[in-house]
């Protein structure tokens, strides 16, 4: 069970600063929540983030690679990620992002999931 309290120290009613990485730069710590945020587009999920110091910095989620990331990965309040910045596609110009999650692993899945195409394994033509 949460500490609500304790968790409630930290709150200032302000958001935390929000984390803009340069390309390469990493932040990682423990997810302590999630929110809405206003951005300048509009409504923007955020994952409010506590470093090892104890510095908390706002995700804001307005990267699309960066959402679908936290969407397939789904990090749960209390758990620790890690989040680096790799920079705009050379070709496309979106920012891409890599995400980890420290959690133990489950028995990997080989099941088709619809991309897999039909092949004979004895068909080498």
Not at 47 to 54: M, Q, T
């Amino acid at each position: 069970m949460r500490n609500l309290e304790a968790e409630l120290e930290h709150e200032t009613g302000e958001w935390p600063a929000a984390w803009k990485p340069q390309e390469g730069e990493c932040v990682s710590g423990i997810v302590r929540r999630y929110s809405v945020g206003t951005g300048q587009f509009g409504s923007v999920r955020t994952c409010i983030l506590e470093k090892a110091n104890g510095e908390r910095v706002s995700l804001w989620l307005n990267s699309t690679v960066l959402l679908s990331l936290f969407e397939r990965e789904r990090p749960k309040v209390g758990e620790q990620i890690g989040i680096k910045y790799l920079g705009k596609h050379p070709d496309k110009g979106y920012k891409r992002f890599a995400l980890l999650v420290d959690r133990d692993e489950q028995e990997p899945d080989f099941s088709p999931v619809g991309g897999e195409q039909e092949t004979d394994p004895f068909d080498f033509t």
